[in-house]
């Protein structure tokens, strides 16, 4: 196994050195050496290891703690770039989520319509994943966002230097919270799911057909993305949209009256009750109001198999509007 021959390790041969017996570090070397010509490149790893060479079997002993000694400035080395590497990203300014949501709301109101609510509406465009043809940094995407780009389809956007980075900063939050879907949705099963066992028109509506208690659907799949859809089927969020939210009033005779909250203010109340009758108040008439924030929605996970939850996504994904929701 141990031949009187000399094994150079450079960035080349590491991986044919055989550390156990022919002392090149087998495995930990290896990573090593990736590690530090991923940082430094293969030229400096073959200068910093030009000098290191396994001796014969007869000194194989005396040279191993030399081998051993020659290793510490690399490793030195690497720990320095991996502090430097941790220090720089501690450094990276952390955008607050209301920032974020921000952004999303200034999207969605404005560059749906070309690029989509996934940002890869665009033929060679994919804001959600940093494809962009033109913008290089986040203040270049700001800069074209506001002054739009020339001789193309898009137009200046009527925003502030503030509007434009908390879309970008929307933009940049797209990449990490991508589609889980795993399989592809039929819309129409999916759409089938969604009229009959999902049970989603007894909340909401598409079209004028359905319920008016929860929100439309008629444009979420213009105004939400893939993830966010599914999301919304296994993992409802805690809360309801303010718009969204229920009142239960209670009035001075005694009378409890829970619906959706439409308007209020100072002096009235307007609510759109469970038998979907619009009911509005005098405050002074209301001994109690109560608004409910909580998410009345419940989850399909394990009521819905991971094929099926694809076709209700494929479903959903259609619904960009009057006349488009057909599958």
Same mark, same amino acid.
């Given at each position: 196994? #141990?031949?009187?021959?000399?094994?150079?390790? !450079?960035?080349?041969?590491?991986?044919?050195?055989?550390?156990?017996?022919?002392?090149?570090?087998?495995?930990?070397?290896?990573?090593?050496?990736?590690?530090?010509?991923?940082?430094?490149?293969?030229?400096? $790893? +073959?200068?910093?290891?030009?000098? $290191?060479?396994?001796?014969?079997?007869?000194?194989?002993?005396? /040279?191993?703690?030399?081998?051993?000694?020659?290793?510490?400035?690399?490793?030195?080395?690497?720990?320095?770039?991996?502090? $430097?590497?941790?220090? #720089?990203?501690?450094?990276?300014?952390?955008?607050?989520?209301? &920032?974020?949501? !921000? =952004?999303?709301? *200034?999207?969605?109101?404005?560059?749906?319509?070309?690029?989509?609510? !996934?940002?890869?509406?665009?033929?060679?465009?994919? #804001?959600?994943?940093? @494809?962009?043809?033109?913008?290089?940094?986040?203040?270049?995407?700001? &800069?074209?966002?506001?002054?739009?780009?020339?001789?193309?389809?898009?137009?200046?956007?009527?925003?502030?230097?503030?509007?434009?980075?908390?879309?970008?900063?929307?933009?940049?939050?797209?990449?990490?919270?991508?589609?889980?879907? /795993?399989?592809?949705?039929?819309? /129409?099963?999916? @759409?089938?799911?969604?009229?009959?066992?999902?049970?989603?028109?007894?909340?909401?509506?598409?079209? =004028?057909?359905?319920?008016?208690?929860?929100?439309?659907?008629?444009?979420?799949?213009?105004?939400?993305?893939?993830?966010?859809?599914?999301?919304?089927?296994?993992?409802?969020?805690?809360?309801?949209?303010?718009?969204?939210?229920?009142?239960? %009033? %209670?009035?001075? &005779?005694?009378?409890?009256?829970?619906?959706? *909250?439409?308007?209020? &203010? /100072?002096?009235?109340? *307007?609510?759109? !009750?469970?038998?979907?009758?619009?009911?509005?108040?005098?405050?002074?008439?209301?001994?109690?109001?109560?608004?409910?924030?909580?998410?009345?929605?419940?989850?399909?996970?394990?009521?819905?198999?991971?094929?099926?939850?694809?076709? *209700?996504?494929?479903?959903?994904?259609?619904?960009?509007? +009057?006349?488009?929701?057909?599958?």
């Amino acid at each position: 196994m #141990l031949k009187d021959t000399f094994v150079r390790c !450079d960035g080349t041969s590491v991986r044919k050195c055989d550390g156990a017996v022919r002392g090149c570090g087998g495995p930990r070397v290896d990573l090593l050496t990736r590690l530090f010509v991923s940082t430094f490149g293969p030229s400096y $790893w +073959t200068l910093a290891l030009s000098h $290191w060479t396994v001796a014969p079997r007869t000194s194989f002993h005396r /040279t191993a703690h030399s081998r051993a000694r020659s290793l510490l400035p690399l490793a030195a080395a690497l720990i320095a770039v991996i502090s $430097w590497n941790d220090a #720089l990203r501690a450094q990276e300014p952390v955008v607050p989520p209301a &920032d974020v949501e !921000d =952004g999303q709301r *200034l999207y969605l109101g404005a560059c749906t319509n070309c690029h989509g609510p !996934d940002g890869n509406a665009v033929p060679g465009v994919d #804001l959600g994943h940093g @494809k962009f043809r033109r913008a290089s940094s986040d203040a270049e995407l700001a &800069d074209i966002i506001r002054r739009g780009i020339a001789g193309t389809a898009m137009p200046p956007g009527n925003y502030s230097s503030r509007q434009a980075s908390l879309i970008v900063a929307y933009l940049r939050s797209m990449a990490t919270t991508g589609s889980k879907v /795993t399989a592809t949705g039929d819309p /129409t099963r999916g @759409k089938a799911l969604f009229e009959g066992r999902g049970q989603c028109l007894a909340c909401h509506q598409v079209q =004028g057909n359905g319920s008016r208690l929860g929100p439309d659907l008629t444009e979420i799949g213009r105004l939400r993305r893939v993830s966010e859809l599914e999301q919304a089927l296994v993992d409802p969020p805690p809360e309801v949209r303010p718009q969204n939210r229920t009142a239960r %009033v %209670v009035t001075r &005779d005694g009378a409890t009256i829970t619906g959706r *909250l439409l308007h209020h &203010d /100072t002096f009235t109340l *307007l609510i759109l !009750d469970s038998q979907e009758q619009l009911r509005a108040f005098n405050k002074t008439d209301v001994r109690e109001m109560t608004i409910i924030t909580s998410n009345p929605k419940t989850s399909y996970r394990g009521r819905l198999t991971a094929q099926e939850l694809a076709d *209700l996504v494929g479903y959903l994904v259609t619904l960009k509007g +009057t006349g488009a929701s057909r599958p």
